[in-house]
């Protein structure tokens, strides 16, 4: 089954290589006016580092007798980051993230997401909140976990592997066996999925093939704060499902499972 529910367990193997929340707003342009000096004073303690950079979003085409591209302006990206660098908040004019390279269990992640975002509501007071997003990308290692000699089809269930997951076909000879999947959750939630074999970074400074399970789960509408915490709970639930229901008892197994307390 794709979303069995499963008892919450902690790896010590984890394949995971980045979390994401990003939470959307409407646009409040005071933010790109000029530096967030109060909300970095805010989060300064945790996020002692910080840069801005401006991004071009991409051009769109306006419909009308004759097309035309316009081109949005430039926007503005703050960055905070934690003096070790693996956790950062992004801040826009419409939007405010947390990602971490270091995720360990989602109570600690959901902790350091609380306190920046109660003071970027304080001093921003948005109107409410358009989408809220979770994503997981996780990036299993056979090399780093001691299954060089297994095939994907062994760790990954069949729905995940394409071409990879039939029996006559040798993994050596395929080049690309993707799934890309958007489908509708419980709750008016929404699931963007990629899994397969891929390179991480292009495969620059790290030449194994890893099979990436990216998930993205979010939930849109005219969101309160107070909404929040419980739309995030039940997105993280989510992903939970979806990861223990893409692998196979094997690969669960040499991750190092550790149960969690409920």
Not at 88 to 98: D, G, Q, R, V
Not at 215 to 235: K, M, R, T, Y
């Amino acid at each position: 089954m794709l979303f069995a529910e499963y008892d919450r367990c902690q790896y010590t193997r984890s394949p995971l290589v980045e979390v994401i929340c990003q939470l959307r707003f409407p646009a409040i342009l005071s933010i790109g006016a000029k530096e967030p000096a109060e909300f970095q004073e805010a989060v300064r303690h945790d996020f002692p580092r910080y840069a801005a950079r401006q991004e071009q979003p991409p051009a769109k085409i306006v419909p009308g007798p004759t097309p035309t591209v316009q081109q949005p302006p430039a926007v503005t990206n703050y960055n905070f980051i934690s003096a070790d660098g693996l956790w950062k908040l992004n801040l826009t004019s419409t939007f405010i993230a947390l990602s971490t390279l270091r995720y360990q269990r989602w109570e600690d992640f959901a902790t350091r997401l609380d306190r920046p975002l109660a003071q970027f509501i304080q001093i921003y007071q948005p109107a409410f909140f358009e989408r809220i997003g979770l994503r997981y990308v996780n990036a299993f290692s056979r090399r780093n976990l001691e299954l060089e000699g297994e095939l994907w089809d062994d760790l990954i269930q069949p729905i995940y592997l394409g071409a990879l997951g039939e029996p006559d076909v040798d993994e050596k000879t395929v080049t690309k066996s993707a799934l890309d999947m958007e489908m509708g959750l419980n709750g008016g939630a929404r699931l963007k999925v990629h899994a397969g074999p891929g390179l991480i970074g292009g495969g620059k400074k790290d030449p194994e093939v890893k099979f990436i399970l990216d998930g993205d789960f979010s939930v849109s509408g005219n969101l309160s704060a107070d909404q929040v915490p419980g739309q995030l709970e039940d997105l993280h639930h989510d992903a939970v499902r979806l990861f223990r229901g893409a692998i196979t008892p094997e690969l669960h197994n040499a991750m190092g499972p550790v149960p969690l307390p409920d």
